[in-house]
């Protein structure tokens, strides 16, 4: 896939932009054209983006009941039950009764479901590698060394801010 040239010129910043910020924008100019890549690719699978939502919230939390799907997906409890239903029905998730209250109806991964998780991950990585193998050797290895290096600063945690660019 070839993406457009940046709007952002790294040679000119805007005056007073920082390089944090300029390197935030990049990132978000490219993780935006990626989903929005990403989203298209479902789509023509016939899987929206909230059913995709929904799978991976699964995948992460494991069952769920009907209210904490309905918060998580910002809808109602009515709302949620039909996107439920319509999942079940084309077999990416089950509903089951909970162990330890009956009453309680809990909805988890189908293995389909679990299929087009993997399949999405899949997806997503090989077009990172693609993207990769364009870069050269030195290129490669100098994105590698940043991101070790950003993982470092997002495992020792960030401490909480209340403004944006507070901490900077």
């Known amino acids: 896939m070839n993406y457009p040239a940046s709007v952002h010129d790294p040679a000119t910043p805007a005056a007073g932009t920082s390089l944090a910020e300029r390197i935030a924008d ?3 100019d490219m993780i935006a054209r990626r989903q929005r890549a990403l989203a298209r690719s479902w789509c023509s699978r016939a899987l929206s983006m909230t059913h995709l939502h929904l799978l991976l919230l699964l995948q992460a939390e494991g069952p769920l009941a009907m209210s904490r799907l309905a918060g998580a997906l910002d809808v109602s409890v009515s709302s949620a039950t039909g996107i439920v239903d ?11 009764r909970d162990e330890r209250d009956r009453r309680l109806v809990l909805v988890r991964l189908a293995p389909a479901g679990q299929a087009a998780v993997e399949e999405a991950d899949l997806v997503r990585r090989q077009h990172l590698v693609d993207v990769m193998r364009r870069l050269s ?7 590698l060394q940043a991101l070790h290096d950003l993982r470092s600063v997002l495992d020792t945690g960030l401490p909480e801010s209340t403004t944006p660019g507070e901490g900077r």
């Open 26 to 28: 990049e990132l978000s």
């Open 86 to 96: 319509r999942m079940a029905e084309r077999g990416l998730i089950e509903r089951e």
């Open 137 to 143: 050797p030195r290129q490669q290895q100098d994105v």
